[in-house]
C-alpha cells in the first residue's frame, strides 16, 4: 500500500507545486469502449478505481497465478481491453503510450509503473468474449475494499 | 499484434452476459471432457489438489524431425528467437537421443516435468517459483527476482531467462526481462478446459504422442493409460514424481 | 600479557588520497557496468541459458568465502587462545564485514531484477538456502560488528571471548551454506557432493587468511610501523596448511568422483578434455594455487623473504578466484545427464557443453565490488582505530612466553 500512498502523496506534492505551471498538463485519455453496468462507468466506482485500482490489481494478480482463477472483472487485461485507444486506422496504441490511459495518468502523478515490462499493452486478440469465456452471471455487488488485504503489495492471498 | 479484426466493438461489447455458464465446463470433442464433472471448478474457484495435472508422451509415436509441439508453444508463448540462440527460450524443445550402445536412435520432447517434489521450487529464494495445487508448476514473475537459482537447480534444462526487454509480450502469456520462465502446461487455456498448445499440435499432425489431463482420475484418458501401460520418469533416480512421464524408452 | 595499542591511519598522505580515488574510480565503473547490464538485460553478458551464473558470481562467492576466512585470525586468538593474534583481531573482523558486503553487493546487482531487492526482504521460502544464506549473511554482519564492539570498547572486553565463540559458530556455519548452495544441487553432475560445505570451509580458511595477510603487510608498508617477522611468518604457515587442507579437499572430491562410473564424464571433461576448465584448474589452482605458494611458504630459500610470502598470499588468491571458476562455470558449462549411456542433441543445445566467454561488464563489475570492499576497508581503518600501533617481535605476547618469541624469531631466521 506504500506505494499507492507516496502515489497519492506525489499527486498532491504535484498538484499543490507545480498549481498554475502551464507545463502540467490536466491527463486526458481516450474514453472507455463500454460502460460497466448502466449505473457504474468502471468495474467499481470511479473514484475507488482511481484510489486503489491497484489493490484489486494485486489481488486478481495472486488469485490468478496462484489459484488459476481468471475471471475478467479485476484483469489487467480486462483493463486494457476497455481502456487502450486506437489510431484512425483502427490499430490499437499501448496503453503506456504517451496521452493513453495509464500512462497521462501516471505521468501526472509521477508514479512509476512496471506492469507492462512484462503486460501485453494492447487488447487481447481473441475477442474478449473467446478470451473470458465464462462471463460473471451473478448480479454484481460492488466489492468492497474491506473484503481485500489492506496489504495487497506483494502479498500473496489465500482467496 | 497486426490482426485486430475480431476485437469486439465498443456497442457490442457487454460485461455481464446472461447466458454464460458459471463452471469452466467447455466441452473439448463431443464426450469428452478435459476434467471429470465432479472435480470440476467454477471459474471464481481456486484450483485444489483433487486434480493433479499430467502428460504421458509416447516415445514410439513421436516423429522424429517433427518439432510441430515445439511450433505450437512458441507461437502460444510468442516466443522468439534472437540472433544468439543461446539466450533463446524453450519451454519445449525436441531431444533427438542415441544409444552409445546400440545405436538405436530417438526423439522425444522435453519440457517442464511439473515435479510433485520440484528442486526449483525448493531452492527459489523468494518463493516465486512453485507448485500450484493442481500440480503445475510455475513462476511467479512479480516476486522472481532473477537469480536464476532455480535454473541452476533444475534437472531437466527446463527454465529459460529473458536476457533481453520485450515488446511484442501475448495477453495471455506476460514475460519480461529480468525474470525466468518455462512450460506452464499452458494453465491459461487449462483454466478454461482447453488442452495445452503441444498436446493440440502433436494430434493435429495426427501423431497422438502426447496425451494429458487428470493423473488423479482413473476413467480419464491418461488415468486410464498410466494405470496400464509402463511409463518411466526422466531422472527417476531422484525421485522427484514428476507429471510428465514416458512410455517406450 | 602486553596491552597492544591501536590507532587510525593518518589518511592524508597522497598515497591514501590516491588509493582512495583510484579505488573509487573501479567502484563506480562497477556501478555503470551493473546499471548498463539491468538497462541492456542480460545479453550483454557472456552469460546464457547454459551458463546462468558467470563471472560475478566468481567474484562475489570468492569474497564472500574470503569474508568468514578472513575471520579467522580472530578466532584463533579467542576460541583457540593464541594470544599472539589477539592484537590481529579487530581488523580481522573489518575485514569479514567490508568482503562480506563487497559480495553481496555484487550478487545483488546482478540480479535479473535488482530494483525487487525489497522482494528479497520481504518474500522467504524457508526452504531455501538461498534464503537461508540470506539471514546467515546479514546475522553475520550483526554478529562481527557486535564482537568488533567488544574488543574496542573496554568495558566489553570481558565478553570479546564468548563473542569470539558465537562468531566463529557464525562464520562455520555460514560457509557450510555458502558450499552448500552447491552441494545441494542434486541436476547437477559437478555439484550434489556433501564435501562442497567443509570444503568450502577449508577453502575460506586459506582466501581469507591470504586477503587478510596482503592487507596486513600493505597496511604496515604503507604506514611505516613496524611489523614483526614472528606474526608474518606464524600467519605464513597458518596459510601453507590451509593451502595443503584446500588441496585435500579437492584431491577428496576427485577421488570420490572418480570411482563412480557415473561421474567418469564430468571428471574427464574437468580434468582433461574440458578445454579451458581443465587449463585452469591444473595451471591456475593446482600449481599457481597450490604447489607455489607451498613451495614459496616452506623451501628454505623463499621462506624467510616477505616479498616471497606476499607473493605466495597473492597467488593464492589467484589461484581461489581460479578454483571458483572452475566450480561454478565448469560445473555448469558439463551437460546434464538426462539420459546417461545416450548422446542427446537439440536446438538448445542438450548434451553439449555450455559455452560462456566472460563480458567486459561482468569482469568490471566483479573487480568493483571487489574494490568497494577494499574502499570500505581503508577508510574504516582511518576513521576508527583497527591497527594496533606496533606489530613488532618485541611487542607481542606468543603463548609461551618471552622464549617462545625468541623461538619464532629464531625459526623465523633459519
Known sequence: ?159 | MADNSNRLQPGRRQFLSKAAATATLLALAPGVRLVDLARARAEDEPVTAAVRWGMLIDTTKCAQGCDACVRACDTEFGLTTSDRPEIDAHYIRKLDIRDEHTGKTYSLPMLCQHCEHPPCVDVCPTGASFRRADGMVLVDKHTCIGCRYCMMACPYKARSFIHEELTTQLSHAPRGKGTVESCTFCAHRVDRGQMPACVESCAAEGHHAMVFGDVNDASSEIGKRVRQVPSRQVRADLNLNTAVRYEGL | MKTAHYRTIEGRSAGYYGLLGLLTVIVLAGLAAAHYMEVEGHHVTGMNNQIVWGTPHVFAVFLIVAASGALNVASVASVFGRAMYKPLARLSGLLAMTLLVGGLAILVLDLGRPDRLIVAMTYYNFKSIFAWNIFLYIGFLAVVVMYLWMMFERRMNQYSTTMGYVAFIWRLVLTTGTGSIFGFLVARQAYDAAIMAPMFIVMSFSFGTAVFLLVLMAAYRWTACTLGDAIVHRLKNLQGIFVAGTLYFVLAYHLTNLYAAEHHGIERFLLIDGGVYPTIFWTIQIVLGGLVPLALFYLPMFRRSRIWIGVGAALVIIGGLGQVYVIIIGGQAYPLMMFPGTEVSSNFFDGAVGTYTPSLPEIVLGVGGSAFAVLLTILALRVLPFLPRSLSDADLTTDGGPSAVADEIRSAQT
Not at chain 1, 22 to 27: A, D, G, K, V, Y
Not at chain 1, 75 to 102: T, Y
Not at chain 1, 116 to 122: N, V
Request: with cysteine; proline share 7%; net charge neutral.
Open chain 1, 1 to 159: 500500500m506504500k506505494l499507492v500512498s507516496l502515489g497519492l502523496l506525489g499527486v498532491l506534492v504535484v498538484a499543490a507545486g507545480q498549481a498554475g505551471d502551464s507545463r502540467i498538463t490536466e491527463p486526458s485519455w481516450p474514453p472507455a469502449r463500454a460502460k460497466f453496468s448502466d449505473i457504474q462507468g468502471c468495474v467499481e466506482p470511479t473514484e475507488v478505481m482511481r484510489k486503489d485500482h491497484m489493490r484489486f490489481l494485486f489481488h486478481q494478480r495472486d488469485r490468478t497465478v496462484h489459484q488459476g482463477i481468471r475471471t475478467e472483472r479485476h484483469s489487467l487485461v480486462g483493463c486494457v481491453d476497455c481502456h487502450s485507444g486506437e489510431d484512425q486506422n483502427g490499430k490499437p496504441i499501448p496503453i503506456n503510450a504517451a496521452g493513453q490511459f495509464c500512462q497521462s495518468c501516471h505521468a501526472y502523478a509521477g508514479v512509476n509503473m512496471d506492469c507492462f515490462q512484462c503486460h501485453a499493452t494492447t487488447p487481447p486478440l481473441q475477442t474478449s468474449a473467446s478470451y473470458f469465456p465464462t462471463k460473471i452471471a451473478k448480479p454484481m455487488t460492488v466489492m468492497t475494499l474491506a473484503a481485500l488485504p489492506a496489504n495487497a503489495w506483494y502479498l500473496s492471498c489465500d482467496g
